[in-house]
């Protein structure tokens, strides 16, 4: 069959089962499949593709028409200027924590590109230590350190399987030698952490158990729920980040963490409540999306 037939069937077929934007994600399973740049496909939908490369494209296009992430089919996701890996053990990345990410690099000194609004920022160190929990693909612990020489990470996560993942993500970029991987539960006061941090990150399990029903489709049945799920209210881990982070900061550290859509003021109280100057950042769709916070 032709790259042009076999579009139009798979456009078809994922147009069916109600996957956003099916034209696209058919062009796009077709080039990561062929390894060939999708205007290349577009330009040559003449050439036919061999029986075997056939059968492995409706494969994965059958996959995609359940709904299964994108990312997790192709193993892999952007953030910020970074491919990281993926699998199930994971959450994917979401384009929201890029701008944790860019605050995180903004309070360590450096200048994020479009990254313009108010925040705290950290006291200029030859050497700064940061704190992620729930480091999951690892994807801001690997950004921050790959973003300043002078920063060590501790990255915690209660997922063996999501360790093995971030660590192969630091391989990737050089940094594992800053990273320290901590396979733990934040919630269980009794592990062992340093402290003295200059910045604490998270982007935390953040849905409420009876929202977890409504979610997409393609995140409830395959991101993991360990990293989705957080109580009644959502907010189980904001109030132990919050009840820890003075003894875990160092005297002028900086706490930063996502929260969901309608959740911005409710964290940034229970920072404020703890004794915290608060700052509320804005994502491109003008929503709260992170909270920023300093010791008074």
């Known amino acids: ?12 077929y994922l147009a069916e089962r109600n996957v956003e934007d099916p034209s696209l994600e058919a ?24 029986d075997e490369n056939e059968k492995k494209y409706f494969s994965i296009v059958e996959r995609r028409g359940r709904h299964e992430p994108y990312a997790y089919i192709t193993g892999k996701c952007g953030f910020l200027d970074y491919t990281f890996y993926v699998d ?23 200048n994020p590109e479009f990254f313009t609004q108010e925040m705290f920022r950290l006291k200029n160190k030859s050497s700064y230590r940061v704190l ?41 970029y050089g940094v594992e030698d800053r990273i320290t991987f901590i396979n733990a539960d934040f919630l269980d006061k009794s ?13 935390p399990p953040y849905i409420p158990l009876n929202e977890m029903p409504y979610l997409m489709e393609s ?12 109580g009644i209210d959502g907010l189980i881990f904001y109030h132990e980040i919050a009840e820890r982070a003075p003894t875990l900061l160092s005297q002028s550290g900086i706490v930063l963490v996502e929260c969901g859509y309608n959740q911005g003021h409710k964290v940034s109280e229970i920072f ?17 999306r992170v909270v920023a916070s300093t010791k008074k």
């Open 88 to 110: 199930p053990n994971v959450l994917i990345p979401r384009g929201d924590t890029e701008l944790l990410a860019q605050s995180a690099l903004f309070a360590l000194g450096q």
């Open 27 to 50: 062009g796009l399973l077709l080039s990561w499949l062929i390894k060939k740049d999708i205007s290349y496909i577009y330009a040559n939908p003449e050439i036919v593709l061999d």
């Open 272 to 288: 404020s409540d703890r004794g915290f100057s608060t700052l509320l950042l804005k994502d491109l769709a003008g929503i709260n």
């Open 1 to 12: 069959m032709t790259l042009g037939n076999l579009l139009k069937k798979a456009s078809k």
């Open 191 to 203: 592990i062992a952490l340093s402290g003295n941090y200059d910045l604490i990150v998270s982007n």
């Open 219 to 230: 995140v409830r049945n395959y991101e993991p729920a360990v990293a989705l799920a957080a």
């Open 132 to 172: 992620d929990i729930g480091t999951g693909s690892g994807c801001l612990a690997v950004s921050i350190a790959k973003g300043l020489d002078s920063v060590f990470v501790d990255a915690v996560d209660i997922s063996e399987n999501a360790m093995n993942i971030a660590l192969k993500n630091a391989k990737r």
